[in-house]
């Protein structure tokens, strides 16, 4: 069968992260997260500190926006603007991209879900949780009191929201932006994994 890409959006402490992982586990397939960091900083040599620090983040622009390359435009070693916000995106956008029909495999966050808009075989996922039930998540995982954890997830959220409609112009909790929205408090990490795993079969056949 087709090679496919699997991108998983997720709410801070809403466990996307683990879904994804789960689910590549039992697909026996590749799944990428913050490798993608380390793939680009390989690709371009740029310190990869420099994309830790503008990971689903965007630091503010007085001036300009985004040209909607997505990896087709990248700029040269010998600009000044060569380690920008928006050529790191870029060089990440490229790996996104070069991965999806290459194998199979589950790219967490990045905006992975709309650079490949476009693409066949892709299936677009969003977890999410209720507030509440991401704050216990946080503060057992991080030990943290329930108003710094809130505080984190405020703050995380809001990051990548703001990431997401600048490279976007899309509201990354939009329900449209996806295939499948699944609340993982709710149906729990496992059934998670299971809708996915019967979305697939759906798309693909039992052979998948």
């Given amino acids: 069968m087709a090679k496919f890409t699997i991108t998983i959006a997720r709410g801070f402490g809403s466990g996307g992260r683990t879904i994804g992982r789960m689910l590549a586990e039992r697909l026996g397939i590749a799944w990428y997260d913050q490798d993608l960091i380390k793939?680009?900083?390989?690709?371009?040599?740029?310190n990869i500190d420099l994309?830790?620090?503008?990971?689903?983040?965007?630091?503010a622009k007085l001036?300009?926006?985004?040209?909607g390359s997505f990896g087709e435009k990248i700029i040269s070693p010998s600009s000044g603007e060569f380690t920008s916000?928006?050529?790191l995106f870029n060089y990440q956008a490229k790996i996104i991209k070069s991965l999806h029909?290459?194998?199979?495999?589950?790219?967490?966050?990045?905006c992975a879900d709309y650079i490949l808009r476009d693409e066949p075989n892709v299936l677009r996922v969003f977890v999410y949780a209720s507030k509440e039930k991401c704050i216990e998540t946080v503060a057992n995982l991080y030990n943290l009191s329930?108003?710094?954890?809130?505080?984190q997830i405020d703050r995380i959220d809001r990051?990548?929201?703001?990431?997401?409609?600048?490279?976007?112009?899309?509201?990354?909790?939009?329900a449209r932006n996806y295939d499948l929205c699944l609340n993982s408090e709710i149906l729990g990490f496992?059934?998670?994994v299971d809708l996915i795993e019967q979305y697939l079969k759906v798309l693909y056949g039992e052979n998948m």
């Avoid at 793939?39 to 740029?46: D, T, V």
């Avoid at 001036?63 to 040209?67: A, E, N, S």
């Avoid at 329930?146 to 505080?151: L, N, P, T, V």
């Fill in 190 to 192: 496992d059934r998670c």
């Fill in 146 to 151: 329930d108003k710094e954890a809130e505080r």
């Fill in 159 to 174: 990051a990548r929201s703001t990431y997401y409609r600048y490279y976007t112009g899309q509201e990354w909790d939009n």
């Fill in 39 to 46: 793939l680009a900083s390989e690709e371009s040599g740029i």
């Fill in 51 to 59: 994309f830790g620090k503008a990971d689903e983040s965007k630091r």
């Fill in 63 to 67: 001036f300009g926006k985004y040209d």
């Fill in 101 to 110: 029909g290459k194998e199979s495999c589950i790219i967490v966050g990045r």
């Fill in 85 to 87: 916000d928006d050529n």
